[in-house]
């Protein structure tokens, strides 16, 4: 395949898996700058809030083992279409749509094309490009997932400044449309001759494990951890794990081979991206709500706020290949986890009043571990499977990112949940039992209503001051539970990953578990 693309053809090919690649993460970072004024408009709760973001989130994750299968099997170009058209349709629809349970709807179907996209990018590049240029191609790859998400950010916030919360939604749209003529005209036909069977049964148990899990964990501090559904979500979800991870160790042609994980660049590279963006997405889905409902700023100037995060993980994507080259993935995994801990540990010194700078230094070292982390982690995946597995590892890829996605959204959401509520119930005391409620769910019903509540007196008056320091507490909270994820993955990448010499491309088709030689 390599050898049948011109050097420009391989070049237009990257800009447009990139612009794909673009489109799938903007839909989970941008979608937090338009929360405050969606929750406005619809009258979600915290919790609605939270499904919302994470609907697309938990499909997509259930779907992208599958999905990567499908590509491999049936033809990259044939399922990067089909997801496009199937993302592009749904955010249409999803611009008429105001009720919080049918963007929830909606959203799960835009995961399901994102699902089909995000493997079959990372698949393509590895399938298009020769080695020699792939770890820059994969550079780029990592540097769009991570710098996308705030390039984004910027667009959505722009649009919202002149138009409605679902302008977000016409964005993806147009996104959607671009990268689909770009792969019709440009995208290679590929497919594996001796791609494995499909596996449906193993797609649902991943999908019911993932949706399981994140499902107690979201519902959690809203139901109660006792709560019968809350219990159940979790039974359910270990309970499917389980069963997938028996299933695929009898099958012949497994969807996922979990004997996989023994292999150093493919364990350690899935882990440190899952912690990675357990970290950075629950920032976002944060941060954001910070800048507007206690920083008081526009989602256009709450956007450019976050510009110093791309800004150096950009650059430091790009070049992180080559210190991981000369230092060995085994150091230069865990010293991005831990620049990224640290940018978190500025940020909690965040108050109610904003200090740019401490929010600017922050994002910098956050986005300078991203950048370190994340290029690595994605080519040591890639790199320990043979070419007939590349669809696995970039499916393996996505997924982990996703996951991580997913619970960092959920866990950091609801620990931000949580803690505001049981801050800002002291200041609640004494108002009607519905505005109490709503005050207690969310800091958007005190910000949107502060008019209404003054009618309540001084404490009614006064109750947004104290919702923006919970608020404040919350998110310190949040960060310091991200900060101990985040080194915990240090340790264990300083131990798991790939010293330096080792990890080297996987050439050799392999049998059973696919274990080349790098199995430790």
Known sequence: MTSELTKGRRTLVLAVVALALMMVVSAVSGLNVALPDLSAATGASQTQVIWIVDAYTLVFVGFLLPAGAVGDRYGRKGTLVAGLTVFGAAAAAALFVSSPGTLIALRGVMGLGAAAVMPTTLSIITTSFPPAERGRAVGVWVGVAGGGAVLGLLASGTLLEFFAWNSFFALNVVLAVVALIGTLLVIPTSRDADAPRLDPLGGLLSLLAAVGIVFGIVEGPDRGWGDTLTVAGFVVGALALAAFVGWELRRAEPLLDVRLFRLKGFGAGSGVITIQFFGSFGLFFIILQYLQYVANLSPFRAAIALLPLPMFLVPTARNAPKAAARL????????????????????????????????????????????????????????????????????????SRELGSALGIAVLGSTLSATYRSHVAAATTGLPPRAATGAQSSIAFVKNASGRLAQYGPKGRHLLDSAQSSFVDAAHAAFLTAIVVL??????????????????????????????????
Do not use: C
């Not at 740019?356 to 995946?381: N, Q």
């Not at 590349?390 to 997924?399: E, I, K, P, T, Y």
């Not at 915990?488 to 696919?514: C, D, L, Q, W």
């Open 328 to 399: 060995g993935a085994n150091r230069v995994l865990p010293l991005g986890l831990v620049l990224s801990a640290s940018g978190l540990a500025v940020m909690t010194t965040l108050g109610t009043h904003l200090v740019y700078w401490h929010l600017a230094v922050g994002l910098a070292l956050f986005g300078a571990g991203m950048g370190l982390a994340g290029t690595p982690a994605t080519t040591a995946i890639v790199s320990s499977l043979p070419a007939a597995k590349q669809g696995v590892g970039s499916a393996m890829n996505d997924l």
């Open 487 to 520: 080194l915990a993955g240090a340790v264990f990448a300083a131990i798991r990953a790939p010293h330096k010499g080792e990890g080297a491309v996987a050439a050799a088709e392999t049998s059973g578990a696919g274990t080349p030689a790098e199995v430790a």
